[in-house]
C-alpha cells in the first residue's frame, strides 16, 4: 500500500535558522507531491507542489521543496524561519492508479520557531 | 470567495449517540471530500464525491458511517452509533477538478468530535 513519511514529528528551531522537513513516499509510479500547513487556528492550506519539470518548487513565504525522485523524498526547506512560521506541516501524495487519483497525507510535523 | 463550511466546530457526545457533521463546498466546486484525522496523524481519506455520486467510499466504515450529497453542492456525514475510537477532527475538502487532479484542495476548518 501507498505510505508517505514523515520522520520528524516535533522540529524546535529559533527564528533565522534553516528548516528542512523530511518526506518520504514508497510508491514508484507517477506522482504529484503537495505540502500543506495548517497554522494554529486554521484550516489545511496549499504551500507548495510538484507535477513536473523543475524539482526544486517555490511555494509561499518563502517556502521551497526539492523532488529527488531517485530516493523518493520530497524534503521542504526554508533558509530563515520566522515565528509565523510557527505550524503544522503535512507532506502528502497524489498516487495514479488507473484511473484513480487518491491523496495520500503524511502524519505531519509540528514546527514550533522560538523568538 | 467563501470557503469550505463546515458546522459544528465541536461536538461532545456519549457512546452510542449519533452524530452529523455538515459541510458545505467552495461554489463551483464538484468534488468533495470527507477526511478523518486522528490526533498526532495526518488526514485520512473517508469518502470522496463527484458531484452527488460517491465514486471512493472503501475506506468509509460502512457499519457506522454513512454520507450523503443530494444535490451535489452540501454534504452530511452521519456516525451512528458513534464509538469511543471515533473522536477525532472530521475535514471536509472541496476541489474544482475531477478527482482532485491538480491535488488543490481547499479545506474546512473542520469538527471535533469527542466521544466520551
Known amino acids: 500500500a501507498q505510505s508517505v513519511s514523515q520522520h520528524n514529528h516535533h522540529v524546535i528551531l529559533s527564528e533565522a535558522a534553516s528548516l528542512e522537513l523530511g518526506c518520504n513516499y514508497s510508491?514508484?509510479?507517477?506522482?504529484?507531491l503537495f505540502w500543506y500547513v495548517q497554522y494554529p487556528g486554521q484550516h489545511l492550506q496549499l504551500l507548495l507542489k510538484?507535477?513536473?519539470?523543475?524539482?526544486l518548487v517555490k511555494g509561499i513565504k518563502g517556502f521551497e521543496a526539492e523532488f529527488i525522485k531517485s530516493k523518493f523524498s520530497f524534503n521542504l526547506r526554508k533558509p530563515s524561519v520566522q515565528w509565523s512560521d510557527t505550524a503544522e506541516y503535512f507532506c502528502a501524495v497524489t498516487l495514479f492508479s488507473g484511473s484513480a487519483r487518491q491523496l495520500t497525507f503524511g502524519s505531519g510535523t509540528q514546527l514550533t520557531v522560538l523568538p | 470567495e467563501a470557503g469550505v463550511v463546515q458546522s459544528p466546530r465541536y461536538k461532545i457526545i456519549e457512546k452510542k449517540q449519533p452524530v452529523a457533521f455538515w459541510c458545505n463546498p467552495i461554489s463551483g466546486h464538484n468534488t468533495l471530500y470527507w477526511y478523518r484525522q486522528n490526533l498526532g496523524q495526518g488526514p485520512e481519506l473517508l469518502i470522496r464525491?463527484?458531484?452527488?455520486?460517491?465514486?471512493?467510499d472503501s475506506q468509509l466504515p460502512k457499519d457506522r458511517f454513512s454520507a450523503e450529497r443530494l444535490k451535489g453542492v452540501d454534504s452530511t456525514l452521519k456516525i451512528q452509533p458513534a464509538e469511543l475510537g471515533d473522536s477525532a477532527v472530521y475535514l471536509c475538502?472541496?476541489?474544482?477538478?475531477?478527482?482532485?487532479?491538480?491535488?488543490?484542495?481547499?479545506f474546512g476548518e473542520g469538527s471535533r468530535l469527542t466521544v466520551l
Open positions: 510538484y507535477f513536473s519539470g523543475d524539482p
Open positions: 475538502a472541496s476541489s474544482l477538478e475531477s478527482g482532485g487532479a491538480s491535488g488543490e484542495l481547499f
Open positions: 464525491y463527484e458531484n452527488e455520486e460517491a465514486v471512493d
Open positions: 510508491y514508484g509510479g507517477t506522482v504529484n
